[in-house]
Each structure stands twice: as structure tokens, then as C-alpha cells.
């Protein structure tokens, strides 16, 4: 009889190996049927559309929303604190590319919105917001490219330094530059279209809930696009470049090709972020955009999870929440207010959310491995 060669199984991956039955709320999500975990999800969206009323709950209302805030408004910065989490996670946890000049792409974003729509433009077009978001998010993208493309063969500290100026360069272009107005601005920015049957605006001045569910059903198409190129051979390629990118380079994989698509992808993420808020705030000037901004987007994604999409919802949610939580809260002690200190326990906060949990709130498990491997390199004998 002649021998019947049988192929191997090939190989699991470290970071999808057994996660079905790990521990946690993810490997418990993992051994559901496929149908609770559908319902699951679709009602984790219908809560999260039914945010904007949490407040009217009785008892734990009061504990989620500070009293005097404008709860809709800080739901709707939490949205697009999430879309540049999401965006910065594709560069960063991804491809594995330290990016520190990520608002340079949210503001190019607003500010093409604001060129092409306000009265105050020198261009005068005066376009709708929605006519003016496709180019917008082009013109995002194509600051990505021109952002990545010189910086192929930069990376770790050099890269970083590359993209802090990219972002300054933004910045200081916006101060001083006339066509951008500096600190004087534009104003009178279209807000998105559409009327209820009296007439009245959907999106209007009063009422930030659309803009919240608006931002919300964006971040739902987002996740599903980044879900969907991380199972791919795109995200495939960012995990071989993010662990080796030499080692990657040998085995075929086109290192410059998907550098680019890394950055594009997330300029693209972070310029409709900064559509969003241009068409909610309806005024924008060159102060909007600082350096702090991406380091807080950055911290976000490292807090919640590094190369994790919900670790990345979560710490751009956290990011945004923190602080307006701690608006308005008293000394228990001395009953003064602590708002001129808010930042401080901000960043207290920040600091032993990454003491007791280096990894993430919600980590990526291949993230997890690493540092439990390395734990026990540096354990003591």
C-alpha cells in the first residue's frame, strides 16, 4: 500500500490560540452560540443609543452624570474621542508605528470642512456639510500618505519625533497663515443636514443628542471596517510588521505598501473625527488642535488597550468622560471646589490605571502574553 501523506493542521496564532477559552468577559463572549452573541451585541448598541437618557434613571443617574454638565454634548465629545482612539489604534497598536502628531489629521479634516463651508473662507463656495465631507476625508487621507511616505524607513523615537512636527507644523501653519484665520477662526460652519416635519432642524444649536447618535452610528461603521481589515491580509501584514518588520520584509511581506495603508487608513479615521466636530461646534480656530490632544488620544489607546478595538472604544471613552465627571465635585474635606484640579486627578487616575494593569483595561491577548512573559524573564530566581 502506498503512503497516504496527511497535511498538518497549520498553525494557530499566538493571539487567537484557545482565546475562546480563556477567562474574562472575552472568553466568555467566545463560547456563546452565535446567536446570543448577535443579541448580545445588538443590545449593547441599543443601550449605548439609549445614553443620552441615563440620567433620568432613578439612583444611578446621579452617579454617572455630574450635576450641571451637559450630558448630550460630553456624549458627543466621547464619540469623537473614541473615532481618533480607533483611528490612532490602527497606527499604533496595528501596524505598531508610535505616532505622537495624530491631531494634525483631525484638523486637517475640520479645516477642509471649514474652508469649503464657511462665509468666512477665502475659497467663498459655502458648500453643505455633507457635500463637503468626501473631500474632506480625501484630503485626510492624502495627508497620510504625504505624512507616511517620507517616514518608511524611520522607526520607534524617530518616527515619533517625525509626526510631533508634522502635527506642529499643522499648528503653527494655522496660527500664522491668513487663508486659515489663526485665532480669529471660522465661524458659522453648516451643521449636517436634515429637518423634522415642523421644519426644525434635526441638527441644531439646543440639543447635542443627534449629534451623539450621529457619531455613534459612525463609530459602529468604523469598528466594522477596522474589524474587518484586521482579519484580513492587511492586518495580518501589520502583525507581522508591528512584531519584526526585517523579519516581516524577508517573508514577503510589502512593508512600505502597508506602512501607507496604516497611515491613510487612520488620517482617514481622524479626519472624520474632526468633520464631526466641525459640523457640531460650527466654529473652529488654530487653538483647538495642540500637541496635548494627541498625547491624551494616545494615552487612551495605551490605557485601554493597545491593538484591542474595544480596548481602544473604552480608553477613548475614558479619556473623554474622566474630566467632565469631575466637574463640579466637592472636597470632602474642606467642601471646596476641585474643578482647578480635575486634570491632576486625571492624571493620577492615568497613572495607577497603568501601575496595576501595564497591558491595558482591555488588552489584546497577544499584548497580555508579552508581558506576562516578560514578567517571568525579570521575576527573581
Same mark, same amino acid.
Not at 440620567?55 to 446621579?62: E, F, K, Q, T
Not at 517616514?151 to 506642529?168: K, N, P, S
Not at 502597508?258 to 472624520?272: E, M, Q, S, T, V
Given at each position: 500500500?502506498?503512503?497516504?501523506?496527511?497535511?498538518?493542521?497549520?498553525?494557530?496564532?499566538?493571539?487567537?490560540?484557545?482565546?475562546?477559552?480563556?477567562?474574562?468577559?472575552?472568553?466568555?463572549?467566545?463560547? @456563546?452560540?452565535?446567536?446570543?452573541?448577535?443579541?448580545?451585541?445588538?443590545?449593547?448598541?441599543?443601550?449605548?443609543?439609549?445614553?443620552?437618557?441615563?440620567?433620568?434613571?432613578?439612583?444611578?443617574?446621579?452617579?454617572?452624570?455630574?450635576?450641571?454638565?451637559?450630558?448630550?454634548?460630553?456624549?458627543?465629545?466621547?464619540?469623537?474621542?473614541?473615532?481618533?482612539?480607533?483611528?490612532?489604534?490602527?497606527?499604533?497598536? !496595528?501596524?505598531?508605528?508610535?505616532?505622537?502628531?495624530?491631531?494634525? %489629521?483631525?484638523?486637517?479634516?475640520?479645516?477642509?470642512?471649514?474652508?469649503?463651508?464657511?462665509?468666512?473662507?477665502?475659497?467663498?463656495?459655502?458648500?453643505?456639510?455633507?457635500?463637503?465631507?468626501?473631500?474632506?476625508?480625501?484630503?485626510?487621507?492624502?495627508?497620510?500618505?504625504?505624512?507616511?511616505?517620507?517616514?518608511?524607513?524611520?522607526?520607534?523615537?524617530?518616527?515619533? #519625533?517625525?509626526?510631533?512636527?508634522?502635527?506642529?507644523? #499643522?499648528? #503653527?501653519?494655522?496660527?500664522?497663515? &491668513?487663508?486659515?484665520?489663526?485665532?480669529?477662526?471660522?465661524?458659522?460652519?453648516?451643521?449636517?443636514?436634515?429637518?423634522?416635519?415642523?421644519?426644525?432642524?434635526? !441638527?441644531?444649536?439646543?440639543?447635542?443628542?443627534?449629534?451623539?447618535?450621529?457619531?455613534?452610528?459612525?463609530?459602529?461603521?468604523?469598528?466594522?471596517?477596522?474589524?474587518?481589515?484586521?482579519?484580513?491580509?492587511?492586518?495580518?501584514?501589520?502583525?507581522? #510588521?508591528? &512584531?519584526? *518588520?526585517?523579519?516581516? *520584509?524577508?517573508?514577503?511581506? =510589502?512593508?512600505?505598501?502597508?506602512?501607507?495603508?496604516? !497611515?491613510?487608513?487612520?488620517?482617514?479615521?481622524?479626519?472624520?473625527?474632526?468633520?464631526?466636530?466641525?459640523?457640531? @461646534?460650527? %466654529?473652529?480656530?488654530? @487653538?483647538?488642535?495642540?500637541?496635548?490632544?494627541?498625547?491624551?488620544?494616545?494615552?487612551?489607546?495605551?490605557?485601554?488597550?493597545?491593538?484591542?478595538?474595544?480596548?481602544?472604544?473604552?480608553?477613548?471613552?475614558?479619556?473623554?468622560?474622566?474630566?467632565?465627571?469631575?466637574?463640579?465635585?466637592?472636597?470632602?474635606? $474642606?467642601?471646596?471646589?476641585?474643578?482647578? %484640579?480635575?486634570?491632576?486627578? $486625571?492624571?493620577?487616575?492615568?497613572?495607577?490605571?497603568?501601575?496595576?494593569?501595564?497591558?491595558?483595561?482591555?488588552?489584546?491577548? =497577544?499584548?497580555?502574553?508579552?508581558?506576562?512573559?516578560? *514578567?517571568? *524573564?525579570?521575576?527573581?530566581?
Amino acid at each position: 500500500m502506498s503512503d497516504v501523506k496527511v497535511d498538518k493542521p497549520a498553525a494557530v496564532p499566538a493571539d487567537k490560540k484557545n482565546w475562546r477559552s480563556s477567562g474574562g468577559v472575552r472568553g466568555w463572549f467566545g463560547r @456563546q452560540h452565535w446567536a446570543v452573541r448577535t443579541v448580545l451585541i445588538i443590545v449593547f448598541a441599543v443601550l449605548a443609543y439609549l445614553l443620552p437618557y441615563a440620567g433620568d434613571i432613578p439612583v444611578l443617574g446621579p452617579q454617572i452624570i455630574t450635576e450641571g454638565i451637559d450630558w448630550p454634548s460630553a456624549l458627543f465629545n466621547m464619540s469623537y474621542y473614541v473615532l481618533l482612539a480607533l483611528g490612532l489604534n490602527v497606527v499604533v497598536g !496595528f501596524a505598531g508605528l508610535l505616532d505622537l502628531g495624530y491631531v494634525g %489629521f483631525f484638523a486637517v479634516g475640520a479645516y477642509t470642512v471649514a474652508l469649503l463651508t464657511s462665509p468666512d473662507s477665502i475659497l467663498k463656495t459655502e458648500w453643505g456639510w455633507l457635500a463637503a465631507v468626501p473631500v474632506a476625508l480625501a484630503v485626510a487621507m492624502v495627508s497620510g500618505l504625504i505624512l507616511g511616505w517620507p517616514t518608511l524607513r524611520l522607526r520607534g523615537d524617530y518616527l515619533a #519625533i517625525v509626526t510631533l512636527g508634522f502635527a506642529e507644523i #499643522i499648528r #503653527i501653519f494655522a496660527t500664522s497663515s &491668513e487663508t486659515l484665520r489663526g485665532d480669529r477662526g471660522f465661524a458659522d460652519i453648516p451643521h449636517p443636514p436634515g429637518s423634522y416635519s415642523d421644519g426644525k432642524p434635526i !441638527f441644531g444649536v439646543a440639543d447635542a443628542t443627534p449629534y451623539y447618535w450621529l457619531g455613534l452610528s459612525v463609530i459602529i461603521l468604523v469598528i466594522l471596517g477596522v474589524r474587518n481589515l484586521d482579519r484580513s491580509r492587511v492586518g495580518r501584514s501589520w502583525l507581522a #510588521i508591528r &512584531e519584526d *518588520e526585517e523579519a516581516a *520584509e524577508i517573508m514577503g511581506v =510589502r512593508t512600505i505598501k502597508y506602512k501607507l495603508w496604516a !497611515f491613510a487608513i487612520g488620517a482617514f479615521i481622524g479626519g472624520l473625527g474632526g468633520v464631526m466636530f466641525a459640523g457640531q @461646534q460650527g %466654529f473652529m480656530n488654530s @487653538q483647538t488642535f495642540i500637541l496635548q490632544f494627541s498625547i491624551l488620544v494616545l494615552a487612551g489607546v495605551v490605557m485601554g488597550g493597545s491593538g484591542n478595538i474595544f480596548g481602544a472604544i473604552l480608553g477613548g471613552a475614558l479619556i473623554s468622560y474622566i474630566p467632565d465627571r469631575l466637574r463640579g465635585i466637592e472636597d470632602p474635606i $474642606f467642601h471646596t471646589d476641585l474643578f482647578g %484640579f480635575r486634570f491632576a486627578i $486625571f492624571g493620577a487616575i492615568i497613572i495607577l490605571i497603568m501601575i496595576f494593569r501595564p497591558q491595558g483595561l482591555i488588552p489584546s491577548r =497577544r499584548r497580555a502574553m508579552e508581558l506576562k512573559d516578560r *514578567e517571568k *524573564e525579570v521575576a527573581p530566581q
